[in-house]
């Protein structure tokens, strides 16, 4: 994170009823009380970026991520954001959907913030997109669905939402 590392893909799974990073031993928990700490040490002026992060939830064959997950606090993504994280620094759909405006049936264009919104005016940090299609998104207030953002590899870029339709899907989440 000091390097400049500005996205990284998180692969997840769960893994003796916790969340664990892929082939590694560290814990979600413990992935996300180093980034509030990199956060908290580098929220000025110079330092301060745009980390963006990118879930990758891994399941066994046929497995879904099912209400249990939502239910048990130690699996409850949103829970363990809240409490090894904290909101203050997420920019969240629906901060998103509240930016867009009436223009955006003119202009058809979605109205993102300028990185000098997101960074020094709402001092935000942090957008969180899942990449597969595992979570169920009314329950995770703070991640965006792999339509909004997305990782392609390659050397391609994040997409946003550049049309209605898409700034529609965003509302019935």
């Not at 998104?137 to 339509?147: G, K």
Request: charged share 20%; glycine share 2%; net charge negative.
């Amino acid at each position: 994170l000091n390097s400049g590392l500005q996205s990284m893909v998180l692969d997840l799974e769960i893994r003796n009823n916790t969340w664990m990073i892929v082939e590694t031993d560290l814990n979600f928990q413990q992935y996300l009380t180093t980034l509030n700490s990199f956060l908290v040490q580098s929220h000025y002026d110079l330092s301060a970026n745009i980390q963006v992060l990118l879930l990758n939830i891994i399941t066994k064959k046929n497995a879904t991520i099912d209400k249990l997950v939502y239910s048990n606090p130690q699996l409850n993504l949103t829970n363990i954001i809240d409490t090894y994280l904290g909101s203050e620094y997420i920019f969240t759909p629906e901060a998103f959907l509240n930016d867009q405006d009436s223009s955006l049936a003119i202009t058809k264009r979605p109205k993102w913030p300028t990185v000098q919104q997101f960074l020094f005016e709402r001092h935000k940090r942090i957008i969180i997109t899942e990449l597969t299609s595992s979570l169920n998104l009314s329950e995770t207030p703070y991640i965006f669905p792999r339509d909004v953002l997305h990782y392609d590899e390659n050397n391609s870029t994040l997409s946003c939402p550049t049309n209605n339709t898409e700034i529609d899907f965003m509302k019935s989440i």
